[in-house]
């Protein structure tokens, strides 16, 4: 990444069973105190009698539009020219840096979480390696991510990015997704069906996601609110409905 790269964990004071533990990757970590993160995670672990989560927040840089994307493919802008960069980070340097440090050889099962556009990074990361991520969870994410402007000619099913990568992938029986968008999260609306375009953008994702074979229900959770916002507040009440949602069967 060519920069320090900061990361906090949060997890049980003990951890049972060593070979039990699943990791969560967090990006835009910087905001989780914020999210009162660590308070949902006691909850969570407390009422579910979970003790075998171990979370990572990994903080973004100064050039996080150019860090989070969709790899190998930057917008129209040349935002997110280093997504691939990030990619190549977790798996040669993060990964194994956090194995090291927690004395953890190896983990059960790796989860993904990301907000915004760190959402559509978190999404991206799991799509190229769903062997690696059971399951992602992105609130409000950045879907609109596209390769032509609005004045340039855009057309919706031809030039958001990662609608189009999808396309090129299969279903994995083992990968599951939770989506969240909220109906304050923008006022934008391209092609004025009365929706705005975060939400369209995000059932659009989880229409391709059952054209190439995922299960709506069992793979695919949606979660919309009415009073949705795009900000750390929104984001911080869909955090427990998230880690329920992730607690396995």
Not at 14 to 26: H, K, Q, R, T
Request: proline share 2%; aromatic share 12%.
């Amino acid at each position: 990444m060519e920069r320090e790269v900061i990361y906090d964990i949060y997890c049980a004071d003990f951890l049972d069973n060593a070979s039990e533990i699943n990791l969560l990757l967090i990006n835009d970590g910087q905001d989780l105190d914020r999210m009162n993160f660590k308070q949902h995670l006691h909850d969570f672990m407390h009422h579910e009698h979970i003790q075998n989560l171990f979370c990572v927040g990994i903080h973004a840089g100064a050039n996080r539009k150019q860090e989070y994307g969709v790899a190998g493919f930057p917008d129209y802008l040349q935002r997110g020219d280093r997504a691939a960069h990030y990619h190549d980070f977790l798996f040669s340097e993060l990964i194994p840096h956090v194995k090291l440090s927690s004395s953890i050889n190896t983990f059960k099962e790796k989860y993904f979480l990301g907000f915004s556009l760190g959402g559509l990074m978190a999404f991206d990361v799991a799509m190229d390696h769903p062997e690696e991520f059971k399951a992602v969870g992105v609130f409000s994410g950045s879907f609109w991510w596209r390769s032509t402007s609005l004045d340039a000619g855009y057309i919706e099913h031809q030039h958001r990015i990662m609608h189009n990568k999808v396309r090129t992938k299969k279903a994995i029986a083992q990968q599951k997704f939770f989506f969240q968008a909220g109906k304050l999260d923008e006022v934008s609306d391209r092609n004025n069906n009365g929706i705005i375009d975060s939400i369209d953008d995000t059932i659009d994702l989880i229409g391709e996601l059952e054209k190439i074979g995922f299960q709506g229900g069992s793979q695919i959770s949606y979660l919309e609110l009415e009073d949705g916002k795009h900000d750390l507040n929104t984001w911080a009440r869909v955090l427990p409905s998230f880690l329920h949602w992730l607690k396995p069967d």
